[in-house]
């Protein structure tokens, strides 16, 4: 079993659907991240985490909006989303938010936004 | 501000060819960590090498050697004797006093038979 693992792998929606991406690790970490990776571009940090309360959103537009249920568990719903919302999304966990802590990935989920 | 810098775009060798990904990166601070990852084609990001700002050590690790030079402000990353599995796309990244990890736009190896 991974230790991080995002669901679904691949979602396609529309414009106006509304669709939540979930995220869950089995590491016993206290910090969760959300990553958006666009062509050509470097990982953009999204949302941070860090047991449970939201220490960082990172100018994101309100259409993304984080969940954090615990600090098994992160979701990220979307809601009109655009075309150039298009890309691969990434969650991480860490032990915690402190620098230099090194954060694990899930696989990720492809969005497609037509 | 702080940047990560990783000017090859796209590499590619003969397998059991020696490979370098460069990194260089800015920063103000004065203790900061320095990471590189794999993503393969699965799409995961796969943890390698953590170092801090205070240990200039050089590590290998297997095939996996890594070059940390403050005065250049680069992080390299050696692949020796490469091989087909080696073939993913390689992220550099920085941890300061921002906290959460700034990658570079990584580096495509492709190792061919």
């Known amino acids: 079993e991974t230790g991080v693992t995002q669901t679904p792998r691949h979602l396609v929606m529309g414009m106006t659907n509304k669709k939540s991406l979930k995220c869950e690790q089995h590491l016993g970490h206290n910090a969760m991240y959300w990553y958006k990776q666009s062509a050509k571009k470097p990982l953009e940090l999204m949302f941070v985490?860090?047991?449970?309360?939201?220490?960082e959103n990172n100018s994101v537009p309100s259409r993304f909006s984080p969940e954090c249920p615990n600090s098994s568990h992160l979701f990220l719903h979307l809601h009109t989303l655009q075309p150039e919302d298009s890309a691969l999304y990434l969650c991480?966990?860490?032990?915690?938010?402190?620098?230099?802590?090194?954060?694990?990935f899930g696989q990720g989920t492809r969005l497609t936004v037509v | 501000a702080q940047k990560v810098t990783q000017a090859q775009t796209e590499i590619s060798v003969v397998e059991k060819e020696d490979v370098t990904l460069d990194c260089v990166y800015e920063t103000r601070d004065t203790t900061y960590y320095l990471f590189w990852y794999k993503q393969p084609p699965s799409g995961e990001l796969v943890f390698l090498i953590r170092r801090n700002s205070f240990d200039e050590q050089n590590e290998i690790s297997g095939r996996y050697s890594w070059n940390f030079q403050k005065s250049t402000s680069s992080f390299n990353f050696t692949i020796t004797a490469s091989q087909v599995v080696d073939s993913a796309v390689y992220f550099c990244?920085?941890?300061?006093?921002?906290?959460?990890?700034?990658f570079g736009k990584g580096t495509s190896l492709l190792v061919t038979p």
């Open positions: 985490y860090n047991f449970k309360e939201q220490t």
């Open positions: 990244a920085l941890s300061n006093s921002g906290y959460a990890l700034n």
């Open positions: 991480a966990s860490s032990v915690d938010s402190s620098r230099g802590t090194e954060a694990f």
